[in-house]
């Protein structure tokens, strides 16, 4: 084996340094700090990695231009170690893996079973070192996470419920809950860490289960929120799944309390001309019963309502007439944007919630990268939510709440769960 040395002004600049020149295939053999950052001066840190001798070196990359660091906060960086120091690691196992790896061969044409178990040792402590300077990474960042005392294998899942929008007071609550109730030995390991903690956030995720009607009996939903969120669409492709998509369809029939938006009504009649499904308007408390009666023949009925600002408490106040005065149980939805900050999400509850909202359903999974939101809320008000709207396609594109489906949004991001997913709404 032939062993090259390599410098920079960090680890990772010198690793990278190493890979250009001698390719991917080369043995990390050990690295050290061989000048202290000063004033003056820059840190210079001395990687050396081995190479077999008969492997063609390769051509030297050209170094590329300096460009402006993709990691934007210390949590990025901190972030990078942790994966480094998976990585190193891993060679270090495979290095004691005689299965017929790259360093499976070195081993053997090295001849000396001594030899190799010198260089797994340098690895080791080469991952030793880069997870070293993750903790003392780690304690620097403390203040930033409100002294929040956790260890270091914790900096992957902090960085990833700390970017998806998830309040601080609640990271804060679920890392110390993690901590409390981890077992010791699972939390050396981020992989575990991370399992751990999605099944935590699961937990603490009420969901109201879709559930078949029971034979005789009726369901009134009304869904309310704000202008803009998407009830309409909501209700078009609920009562298409009520009605056509479920193993058991229903009798579906609508009634529009939306009279100040005349787009949104004919929108809403175009829907149930397609579906063929009985629709009723009303413009004033007192006809609300009427026109329950007349969809009295339906097993669920689904009431679209005017969006209303949560500051619109004229608007508002005439909504609780309308629930007032019906003869039946309604079951009040409150229809949210997943995009919404949660401080506005915070707001919108607080003043819908006197209509005794019985659960939430989100839409517009698709146009937002930040979940993390949603649990705040769910977690902060404590009340189940019960369908996920995730696209615009009429009826495909709404599935039931799952805290599954939600809590890989909020740590692996919607694109790939929709990817894993095709077509969801199926």
Not at 127 to 147: C, G, S, T, V, Y
Not at 346 to 360: G, P, Q, R
């Amino acid at each position: 084996m032939k062993f090259h040395t390599f410098s920079g002004e960090t680890p990772a600049e010198a690793l990278k340094q190493a890979q250009q020149d001698c390719g991917e295939n080369a043995l990390v053999i050990s690295t050290k700090q061989i000048r202290k950052k000063t004033i003056s001066t820059s840190a210079l840190y001395e990687v050396v990695v081995a190479v077999e001798e008969d492997q063609p070196t390769p051509i030297p990359k050209k170094p590329e231009p300096r460009a402006e660091s993709k990691y934007k906060s210390g949590e990025d960086v901190l972030f990078s170690l942790s994966e480094a120091a998976k990585q190193i690691s891993q060679i270090a196992q495979a290095t004691g893996d005689m299965g017929g790896s790259n360093a499976s061969r070195a081993a053997e044409r090295a001849q000396n079973s001594e030899g190799i178990g010198e260089i797994k040792c340098e690895i080791n402590k080469l991952a030793d070192k880069i997870k070293l300077i993750q903790e003392m990474f780690w304690e620097e960042r403390a203040p930033h996470r409100n002294n929040l005392a956790i260890p270091s294998e914790f900096s992957e899942i902090y960085k990833l419920a700390k970017t998806s929008g998830m309040g601080e007071d609640h990271l804060e609550n679920i890392m110390n809950l993690t901590l409390e109730h981890m077992p010791v030995r699972m939390k050396n390991s981020s992989e575990t860490i991370k399992r751990y903690f999605q099944v935590l956030l699961r937990k603490l995720i009420p969901v109201r289960m879709e559930a078949e009607l029971p034979k005789g009996n009726k369901r009134v939903m009304m869904f309310v929120g704000p202008t803009g969120v998407g009830k309409t669409t909501t209700i078009a492709k609920l009562a298409a799944r009520y009605s056509y998509i479920q193993e058991k369809r229903a009798k579906v029939g609508i009634i529009t309390l939306d009279t100040y938006r005349i787009g949104a009504v004919e929108q809403l009649f175009q829907y149930a001309k397609m579906m063929r499904l009985p629709i009723e308007d009303v413009v004033d408390p007192s006809d609300f019963n009427n026109a329950l009666s007349s969809l009295s023949h339906c097993d669920v009925i689904l009431i679209d309502t005017v969006g209303s600002s949560q500051y619109d408490k004229d608007k508002l106040i005439k909504l609780n007439k309308f629930l007032q005065s019906s003869q039946l149980q309604i079951d009040v939805n409150l229809v949210l944007s997943a995009g919404s900050k949660l401080e506005d999400l915070k707001e919108i509850y607080k003043n819908f919630s006197f209509l005794d909202i019985d659960t939430l359903i989100f839409t517009k999974f698709d146009e937002t990268k930040v979940f993390g939101t949603i649990f705040s809320l769910i977690y902060d008000i404590d009340k189940p939510v019960s369908y996920f709207s995730i696209g615009q396609e009429v009826p495909d594109d709404i599935v039931p709440a799952s805290s599954d489906f939600l809590v890989e949004c909020i740590l692996d991001g919607f694109e790939k769960k929709r990817g894993e997913h095709g077509n969801a709404g199926e």
